[in-house]
Structure formats: C-alpha cells, structure tokens
C-alpha cells in the first residue's frame, strides 16, 4: 500500500531583488515590437524615465527593475484607452482604428502575462507549513481573529473578497489573501476543506483532541458559514450575519442539511442545547420539522437529549413533542435488547472459554496420570 502524504500546502511569498527581477531595455524593446506595440526606445525611455522615483535617466542598455515596466505599460495602458475614448466618435465605416486600438489591448494583455511569468522567476517560498497546524481559516465578512489586519479588513469594503489562515506558529499573525472576486474567495475557501478537515481528524494533539468532541467541531475551523456562530453560541454574530444574507436566500440556506453529518443549523443548535440560538434561527425561517440524514427531527435530538428547554422552544414554534417521544422511546427500548443481546453472546463466549480451558486441564491431568503409570510399570 502506498501512503501519500501531503507536507506542504501553505506558503507565503516575498519578492526580493534578485537578478531575474530585472530586465534590459532593450528586451523590453524586443518584447514591445513581438507583441505589436508602436513603442519606439525614446517612447520607453521617457515612459521608464516618468513611472520611476529615481532621477537617474536610462539609456538603452540599463537594466530595469520589472516593477517600473509594469507601471510603464500601465501608465501606457491607461494613456491608449483615454485616446480610444476620444478617438471612439471619429471612426471610419471600416472600423479600421477600432480594429487597431483592439489589437494593441490584447497585446498588452499578453504583455501583463508575460510580466506575470518573469515575476514569478523571482519569487522565493518564505514559509511553508502542514495541513494539521491550519487552526482556523476565517471568510472576514463572516469571522475573522482578533489581530488588527484581519480586523481592519472584516470592517472594510474588502471584507467580501478576503479570507485569512490562521496557523499555530502564528496565530497572532494570520495570513490574509484578497481575492478578485467572492466567488474566487469561496473557491479557495471550499478547497481547504478536503483536506485540512481529515488533517485534524487524525491529529493526537489534546487542543484537537478536545475540540473534536464538539458536535459541528468542522466549523469552528472552517468559518465560511454563519453556522460558525451557532455552534460557538454566538447570538449577535449570528443574528448580524443573518441580517446580511437576503430573505429568500436566508430561507433557503438556513434549512440546508450540511456535508459533515448531514445536519441544519437547527439540529446543531439543539444538539448542542443553544437555545437562543434556537430563537434565532426559528425566527428567520428555520423550519423544525426537517429531518436530519438519519430522519430525525430537531425535536427527536432535544427529546433524546433529555433537554426539556431546547424542546419547549421548539414547541413555542408549533413543534409537536408527542410523535417524537414515541419514536424516542421505541429507539430506546431497541438499543437496550441490542445491548442485552452483545452481554449475552460474550458471556456465552467466556462461558465456552472456560470450558475449553477445563477441558485442557483434564486431559493435562489424565496424560500426566498415564505417564507416571507407564514409568512405574516401564
């Protein structure tokens, strides 16, 4: 059998200065003229001369750091858009300057592609870390850790395209990503879970270990949800994060049975007896009569837990306590034969070892009997 094991997931880059950081004028030249841009080396020079901080002037030779091209062709960038909008009502019927001004974007596209592959020549790993030191991973509209990067951003406009991953050697430093778009941040978040999860399944560690008898444990590493903040019994996160989600949608993702243990925020809440988190949920559209992966209501798990206050809420919204009891009760009675028939086939089992056991004895006995005789008439 071959065990494949994942070392090394997480890492965060630093560019640094090294020699494939830069670039001769005059490849920048070669690379403008294959890509089709009407740069001439005095247009780059000045444009290089324009985006830099330093006073030097470059003559065709100089190196140049990739950061000033990449400010260069944005600058450029920007100056041939600002013309195509001036240009845009002066076209011919051929469209032939639309035509022109469209070959030149794309080739600044490839020429922002080709900044993209030389900066990554020069980007070193800084850090690297495993699967099971990942504490938490935090979506900062919905979580986020009490450091002041992660706090500053949770209250900003990027919040809803950032996420953060907090690792044991540095949990008051988590690393902080700002996607593109939420649904970049979503993807990246969801891809955690296949295997960070399963990490700490098998993880010895006594916090873990702790953490792992939790029902609902998962998102308490994985905070993408805002049943996060049922199971830390959290009611004002809970209600706040819920207040940002609209009705329809809050509807429907309040009663969606999750990957884990096939349960709805409902049944977690009552699991765990957060009864105001209970309130909560019942009153933004938590429907009680869902029924777990098992088939099991909300009502059966608070009946199960003897948890009369997680019931009477339940009931305060029109749950009825009567059918589950009995299905309660007929479980019980079920698992208690079950129990009763497993005592009775070990008994069984030790009662047929002890009669082997005897049953070796004597014949020990009776050859050792024999034995003696023969010698004795040998």
């Known amino acids: ?43 780059s020079v000045a444009l290089f001369e324009k985006c830099s901080n330093s006073t030097d002037q470059f003559d065709g030779n100089e190196l140049v750091r990739w950061e000033i091209v990449h400010k260069a062709v944005q600058f450029y960038f920007a100056k041939q858009s600002s013309s195509n909008d001036v240009n845009s009502n002066n076209l011919d019927d051929s469209g032939g300057e639309r035509h022109a001004n469209s070959d030149t974007n794309k080739g600044l596209k490839k020429f922002f592609g080709s900044f993209q592959r030389e900066k990554i020549k020069s980007t070193v790993v800084e850090s690297a870390s495993v699967f099971s030191s990942v504490v938490r991973v935090d979506t900062l509209d919905i979580c986020h850790g009490e450091d002041t990067k992660s706090t500053a951003i949770a209250n900003s406009v ?66 993408s949800s805002f049943i996060t903040h049922v199971i830390a019994n959290d009611v004002e996160l809970l209600e706040c994060c819920l207040q940002d989600i609209s009705l329809h949608d809050r509807r429907v993702m309040i009663n969606v049975l999750d990957e884990y243990r096939g349960f709805s925020a409902l049944h977690y809440a009552t699991i765990l007896g957060n009864t105001e988190c209970m309130d909560v949920l019942l009153e933004n559209g938590a429907n009680f009569t869902i029924e777990d992966r098992n088939g099991k209501s909300a009502m059966y798990h608070a009946l199960r837990k003897r948890n009369d206050k997680a019931a009477d809420v339940l009931e305060k ?62």
């Open 1 to 43: 059998m071959s065990i494949v094991v994942f070392c090394v997931v997480l890492a965060s880059y630093q560019t640094h200065d090294f020699p494939s950081s830069e670039i001769s004028m005059w490849q920048v030249q070669q690379l403008f003229s294959s890509l089709g841009l009407p740069m001439c080396e005095n247009v």
């Open 158 to 223: 990027e919040a809803q395209v950032s996420f953060s991953v907090t690792l044991k050697e540095r949990e008051n430093d988590p690393l902080i990503f700002i996607c593109g778009r939420p649904e970049y941040r979503d993807a990246w978040v969801d891809s955690f879970v296949p295997v960070v999860i399963p990490s700490l399944q098998k993880s010895t560690c006594p916090d873990v270990v702790e953490m792992k008898k939790k029902p609902g444990w998962e998102y308490l590493v994985i905070r």
């Open 317 to 378: 919204y029109g749950a009825d306590r009567n059918s589950d009891l009995r299905r309660v009760i007929f479980d019980e009675i079920h698992e208690q034969e079950n129990e009763a028939r497993k005592s009775a086939t070990i008994n069984d089992v030790s009662k047929d070892v002890i009669d082997m056991s005897c049953s070796d004895r004597s014949r020990d006995s009776v050859n050792a009997a024999l034995m003696d005789a023969a010698s004795r008439f040998g």
